[in-house]
């Protein structure tokens, strides 16, 4: 593809799609973040070919230059040829630090080299194909030194994880027997508070006192106390399709609102809503459904999870919150990117995410760089990208955003 | 200011990347599909209460009673006493009592009449029995109602007690004291202690016994060598075979499950460290093993089917439990899974504890997790 087909007009700005020559088969981008230098972080996944090793990618806005910093595996002593279950992706997980370090953790589901699949239950047994665990880790991308925490949990990977700098506490979510942990940075330690659910949710948030908050399989949030490390599940739920019971209902991204007094999110896969969540307006908190993300508002639920799923959350300089979102409804279905007046409601498209033949078979998360440009990451497709949207209004110094607007959770 | 990269895109690309194999994926599925798997969790039906707390909920305890009822026990920060009522208008868990300053029942709930007899394992009260009446919710399609509970004194004063088994026919408790090794035989009827025995000097023992249709008790002591401890008396035999398990972890073992057939008149049962299987006769004193259907330590639960089969789980804590299935008739030993179920609760169940089968022929297993459900497994018609 030509460099000028891989950008396209969009809504008040452009739209720029970023493949990833480098690693040809790599086939996700999942950890997104924006670090403390203002450089955008990436994490590019090998799970749909086995003997593949995540690799740490930054892009700099400045010189709009993508580079490839660290092979993860190998660097942490696990190479992706081992016989393992390869150590093949940061999901939600690489996370940006005040201190410049990205703290991360790696996830499972990339196959064996020579393997076809890998999934963990048809392997937990097996000495050979067993994911040895999550390493937990951080990356100076400043030198490029590795320090290697360990493995957190066994034989299992971390789905999202959120840092807790002031504390020095990352919090995490095992994949796949969806267990909760904390593990402490100043004391080394590791710990299980055990399992939460079936399935696994996608985010887990940091409130100003330092709790961190999911939700159970039913959208039921749970608080862990900053204090005390113990789970309490909330009267208050995510909204869900009145025909439905809220199955599944788990967190799949979620943002800081652009002044911090509470948070947007958004749900894996069936209701496609929108909602805000204020925890510190009562013990309780309080949960406001914007409804469908966008479209009719009885639009099918689809018997494939991920059919219409919503993603990339971010808040624009605008103050208006971009996501993504595949349009059922329309024919051809494509994934557009969106954006949310979350004052007054309105939705608007920005720009279909289609670049020639290229469509993104899922985008996996979102953030901004200090610029005011937003960065979304490709999912299901090798090689990955990355698509970048440049307001008209972008500046052209580093001042729309700081590093006090970045989540530090994935 | 960044490092430099540390490769460039052109290197990378001249790399000889690995490429998915076009090996055809069948087969991959690693749940049970034999049979059917349903779950309940622990609230009444229709949701109408909240489920017993995460962290109280292992269900580590269950029995089927008389009345056709299941009867269950939790561990955690609390133990929970619970019933399943698997009639079409009840088919919900409810919560009987919070057992007082008891936080571990461990295979320790066995049925007698009309009665429940339990012993705590661990919390304040640890050692002491407890007696329940369910007269008062016996009757099929009664709603239930909690029975009256009593505390009884400890068999055996700072035990910690678990592995209960009940002779029906003698109204004779039997179990184990967890601190000391101590087997004890206790008379149901008049609800006192009538003899006990300390296994191994050394703290050698297994916390599984099982009894044969003489009331003999059975268990493992010393080198993982079965006794055979006579009814009531508990004069103890040491008898020669040993409780199978891989070669050099005998030191791990222990006898983790354990079911006698009266048909056979074998017992059946795996131990802790390689959830070896094995058939022992009591008679003759000789056994031999069968084998492990997975490559899974521990077998927590083995039930005798009604379609006489034996269905077991093999998997440790922190692990993923499977499954399996032996057919007596054709010594045929196969995994049949992992148990998820769909309904109630779309649940993973990855560790348990206890299980026991039910009246029509469906098994029950205890999940031992964070949070906890009851498993009901219906095992298929025909093979």
Redesign the interface.
Known sequence: MEKKENIKPALDGTVEYLPIKGLPQHDSVWGLCTGKDGNIYLADCGELTGGLSVFILRYKPAEQQLEYLVEVGPALGEPPDNGHATQSKIHYCLIPGNDGLLYCATHASGPPLGDPIWRPWNCWDDPARCFPGSYLFTFDPATGRIDNLGIGPVKEGTRAMALDEKRRLLYGITWPRNHLYIYDLNKKVYTDLGRIGDINPQAIFLDREGNAWTTDDYGFFLKCDAKKHQIQKLPTRCPHQPYRLGWHNVPYDVVPAPDWSCFYGTDWGYESHLWRFDPYCCPEGKIEDFGRAYGPKDFRTDLFLERWQVRGLVFGMDGHLYFTMRLGWEKPEETWLLRLDVKTGKREKVCCLVFGEHRPPAIASATPDFYGNLYFAEAGAAPSGIYIYRPKQASNKPDVFSFQDIKQWG | ???N?????????KRN?????????TD?C??VTLGRVFNRALRLRQALSEPIP??ECAITSLCLASNGKIYGATSGRQSHLFVYDPAPQEDGVYDLCQLESCTAVYHSLVAAGDYLYGAITEGDNQGGLFRYSFKANSGKGKPCVAGEITYLPPPIPGESITGLVLDTRRFLLYGIGRKTGTLFCYDVSGEKLLSSVQLDRHGFFSETIVLDQEGNVYGCTGHNYFFKAQAAYLTLEILPFRLPTVAGRNLYNRLQAAVFHEKDNLIYGAGSADGLLFAFSPATGKGYTIGKA???AGCPVLILGKDDCLYGLNGAR???AHLFRYELASRCLDDLG?LYASSE????G?EFACGCLGSNGEIYFGES???SHLFIYFPPYGR
């Not at chain 2, 540390?6 to 290197?11: I, K």
């Open positions: 200011m960044g490092i990269a540390m490769y460039s895109e052109e290197q990378l690309q990347w690995p490429q998915k194999p076009a090996i055809p994926v991959y690693s749940y995460p962290g997975t490559a899974a922190e692990g993923m992992i609760i779309p649940w993973h990855y997790d964070r949070i």
